[in-house]
Every structure is written in structure tokens, then in C-alpha cells.
């Protein structure tokens, strides 16, 4: 039970795999079912341990002198939030309760109960909401509430690259690109499931002969697409504003565009390898010669490089990473501290 709780929240493992994981390593053959009770059971358990041990966890954190009081909230449409509390210097989540809002009634008694279990925090970290300013205020009076710089960089970055995202999210959409690309991936993907891998092998040894053969020029065709469609992977996992999903899906396209341009040139006009790649060249011609999105997507860019200077300035929210909200660093140390302040105090828009 420890191992699956271990692989699906540790790891962020789906089900199927921690089924083959389970099997291979361990020699454990159970189903998805029984691997579902598991996991809940395994949140189960852990609740009713880590509610059992609150004595020990309050003289932990007597013993280091304190804790700071992280909070946040989160949901799924209308459901109620999820509303967390952590303790950054012993790693402790604190408290958790699901609750109607975040406004500042329904948060008082969240916040009276983890004064009642811990005493009052050194201090607290949280977004900027109106509730939870409030909420704070009443119950631990003037006590020290500082703004966490990923909620800070996430509203920035919001308000900052609003008119350009909205711009090139509804020009794809009204283009419907990313639907006719899935379209063209699935009538290709039938196609190659018949090909003998020696066939490709052939191909591989003759390149010359590849780009002549209709295969090979369809072969090129899927593939680019699928690289097209694999446009999310650029991500670090933090979703918008860090993320970039469309900006990436764009520049995907105006380098497949670019491709082409530059293959098409080498193919007969009666050679049928240019039809398929015609398929493709005019289902994004359109989006990529738009010159009014191409301005927008310029003053994107520009934007994105202010935003990146003072994501770095901040050093919270690391780049280039993957699954990102589980690799969020954490500044504790007062050398850290004055880095930070000396890094924005140098940054300029």
C-alpha cells in the first residue's frame, strides 16, 4: 500500500503504470481496482496517522522555533476548496479542510484551528486575495503576511500577456488548426500501422531513395505533425502565465512552415510526394502570413523576456524543468534573501 501511495503521489504515476511497475519490479499481479483501494486507502490511512501525530508534530516545530504558515486554495469547477497549510522549514503540511470559499468567514475557522492545534505562525504566505488578508488579520492580528512571489509572478504574468494571449488563442481557435492536424495524424496513423519495420530500415539505408517514394514523403509528413501536436512538452508544468501553450503551438507551426517551404522546392510539380506535403503547407499558410498576429506575437515575445528576467530575479519558479509545481524552490536562507532583493532591485521594465 506504502509503494503505491509512494508511486502515485511521490512519482505522479497513472494507475496502468504503477500496475506494470508493480508486476516487473515486484512480481505483483493485481488490477487497476484493487491498485484504486489501495491509493485510497493509503490517503486513508495517512490522514488518520498524520491527525494522530499532532502532539509530535507541534513540539517539531516548538523545537525549531517556530513555523511559517504557507496557505493556498484550489478546486475543480463549483466544488468546494480544497484549502491547504504548510510549514516550509519542517516540510509539514499543517492543516487541510475543504470549505464553501475563500472568503474571510469561511477562512476565520479554518485559521482559529490551526491556532488552537500550533499557536500563532512567525509568520504567513499566501496569494493576494481579499478573503484570506482579512481572515489572517482577525485571527493573528498584525502578525507579519507577506505575498508568495509565485501567486505575485502568476498575476503579473496574467495581466502582462493578456491582450497578446487572447489574440493568438482565438485566431488558432478560429482556424480550427490544431482539430484538422488531429485529423490528419489519425488518417495517416492507419496507414504506417501496416508498414514492416524492414521496410523503414530500407529507407533509412537509401535516403535518397526515401525522399523519392511516396511513403517516405508521408512518413515525413506524420512525423512533423506529430511534432507539431507535441507542442505542450515545451511546458515546465506551472501552467499559464509560466507556460506558454499557444505561443508554442504558433512557432511550432511557422517552423513546419519553414520546412516545407524549403522541401517543396526539390520535389517535381507531377511528383505526388508534393501533394501531401501541400496538405499540410495550406492547412497552416494562412494562421502563419497573418502579419497583424505575427505583430502580436512579436510584442509577446518582447513581454515574455521582461517576465523571464524577473522570474529569474525572483528565483521561485525555476525554468526549463518538467512537472514544475512539484520543483519549486524554496528560499530559506538570509544569503538567498538578499540576492533576491539585490536582483530586483536592479530590475527595470
Same mark, same amino acid.
Given at each position: 500500500?506504502?509503494?503505491?501511495?509512494?508511486?502515485?503521489?511521490?512519482?505522479?504515476?497513472?494507475?496502468?503504470?504503477?500496475?506494470?511497475?508493480?508486476?516487473?519490479?515486484?512480481?505483483?499481479?493485481?488490477?487497476?481496482?484493487?491498485?484504486?483501494?489501495?491509493?485510497?486507502?493509503?490517503?486513508?490511512?495517512?490522514?488518520?496517522?498524520?491527525?494522530?501525530?499532532?502532539?509530535?508534530?507541534?513540539?517539531?516545530?516548538?523545537?525549531?522555533?517556530?513555523?511559517?504558515?504557507?496557505?493556498?486554495?484550489?478546486?475543480?469547477?463549483?466544488?468546494?476548496?480544497?484549502?491547504?497549510?504548510?510549514?516550509?522549514?519542517?516540510?509539514?503540511?499543517?492543516?487541510?479542510?475543504?470549505?464553501?470559499?475563500?472568503?474571510?468567514?469561511?477562512?476565520?475557522?479554518?485559521?482559529?484551528?490551526?491556532?488552537?492545534?500550533?499557536?500563532?505562525?512567525?509568520?504567513?504566505?499566501?496569494?493576494?486575495?481579499?478573503?484570506?488578508?482579512?481572515?489572517?488579520?482577525?485571527?493573528?492580528?498584525?502578525?507579519?503576511?507577506?505575498?508568495?512571489?509565485?501567486?505575485?509572478?502568476?498575476?503579473?504574468?496574467?495581466?502582462?500577456?493578456?491582450?497578446?494571449?487572447?489574440?493568438?488563442?482565438?485566431?488558432?481557435?478560429?482556424?480550427?488548426?490544431?482539430?484538422?492536424?488531429?485529423?490528419?495524424?489519425?488518417?495517416?496513423?492507419?496507414?504506417?500501422?501496416?508498414?514492416?519495420?524492414?521496410?523503414?530500415?530500407?529507407?533509412?539505408?537509401?535516403?535518397?531513395?526515401?525522399?523519392?517514394?511516396?511513403?517516405?514523403?508521408?512518413?515525413?509528413?506524420?512525423?512533423?505533425?506529430?511534432?507539431?501536436?507535441?507542442?505542450?512538452?515545451?511546458?515546465?508544468?506551472?501552467?499559464?502565465?509560466?507556460?506558454?501553450?499557444? +505561443?508554442?503551438?504558433?512557432?511550432?507551426?511557422?517552423?513546419?512552415? %519553414?520546412?516545407?517551404? @524549403?522541401? $517543396?522546392?526539390? *520535389?517535381? &510539380? /507531377?511528383?505526388?510526394?508534393?501533394?501531401?506535403?501541400?496538405? +499540410?503547407?495550406?492547412?497552416?499558410?494562412?494562421?502563419?502570413?497573418? %502579419?497583424?498576429?505575427? @505583430?502580436? $506575437?512579436?510584442? *509577446?515575445? &518582447? /513581454?515574455?523576456?521582461?517576465?523571464?528576467?524577473?522570474?529569474?530575479?525572483?528565483?521561485?519558479?525555476?525554468?526549463?524543468?518538467?512537472?514544475?509545481?512539484?520543483?519549486?524552490?524554496?528560499?530559506?536562507?538570509?544569503?538567498?534573501?538578499?540576492?533576491?532583493?539585490?536582483?530586483?532591485?536592479?530590475?527595470?521594465?
Amino acid at each position: 500500500m506504502v509503494e503505491v501511495g509512494k508511486l502515485r503521489f511521490q512519482e505522479n504515476r497513472q494507475v496502468a503504470e504503477i500496475q506494470l511497475i508493480l508486476l516487473t519490479k515486484h512480481y505483483i499481479d493485481i488490477s487497476i481496482s484493487e491498485i484504486e483501494v489501495l491509493i485510497n486507502n493509503f490517503i486513508l490511512y495517512l490522514s488518520v496517522v498524520h491527525q494522530e501525530s499532532s502532539e509530535l508534530i507541534r513540539q517539531y516545530i516548538e523545537k525549531q522555533g517556530g513555523y511559517i504558515l504557507h496557505l493556498d486554495a484550489t478546486c475543480e469547477g463549483d466544488s468546494p476548496k480544497l484549502v491547504s497549510s504548510i510549514d516550509p522549514i519542517s516540510g509539514f503540511v499543517l492543516y487541510s479542510a475543504k470549505l464553501k470559499s475563500e472568503n474571510k468567514d469561511d477562512l476565520v475557522g479554518f485559521l482559529e484551528e490551526i491556532k488552537k492545534r500550533l499557536g500563532e505562525p512567525l509568520a504567513v504566505v499566501s496569494d493576494m486575495g481579499k478573503g484570506i488578508k482579512f481572515a489572517v488579520k482577525e485571527v493573528f492580528g498584525d502578525i507579519p503576511h507577506y505575498i508568495c512571489h509565485f501567486h505575485f509572478l502568476k498575476a503579473i504574468g496574467k495581466t502582462l500577456f493578456d491582450n497578446e494571449h487572447t489574440a493568438l488563442r482565438k485566431a488558432l481557435s478560429k482556424e480550427g488548426i490544431l482539430g484538422e492536424l488531429k485529423k490528419f495524424r489519425r488518417k495517416m496513423s492507419k496507414k504506417f500501422d501496416d508498414i514492416p519495420i524492414s521496410k523503414i530500415e530500407n529507407f533509412l539505408e537509401m535516403p535518397g531513395e526515401f525522399s523519392k517514394a511516396l511513403i517516405g514523403s508521408e512518413l515525413s509528413v506524420y512525423y512533423l505533425i506529430l511534432w507539431i501536436l507535441d507542442y505542450k512538452s515545451e511546458g515546465d508544468g506551472y501552467g499559464f502565465p509560466f507556460d506558454h501553450s499557444h +505561443l508554442n503551438f504558433y512557432q511550432r507551426l511557422n517552423t513546419a512552415y %519553414s520546412i516545407i517551404n @524549403e522541401v $517543396v522546392t526539390l *520535389y517535381s &510539380i /507531377k511528383n505526388n510526394n508534393q501533394k501531401i506535403i501541400w496538405k +499540410l503547407y495550406h492547412s497552416i499558410k494562412d494562421i502563419v502570413e497573418d %502579419s497583424k498576429l505575427e @505583430e502580436k $506575437v512579436n510584442e *509577446y515575445k &518582447i /513581454k515574455l523576456t521582461v517576465f523571464s528576467e524577473l522570474r529569474k530575479s525572483l528565483a521561485t519558479v525555476p525554468e526549463n524543468v518538467k512537472n514544475g509545481l512539484r520543483q519549486m524552490k524554496e528560499t530559506g536562507t538570509y544569503k538567498e534573501l538578499k540576492a533576491i532583493k539585490k536582483a530586483v532591485g536592479k530590475f527595470e521594465i
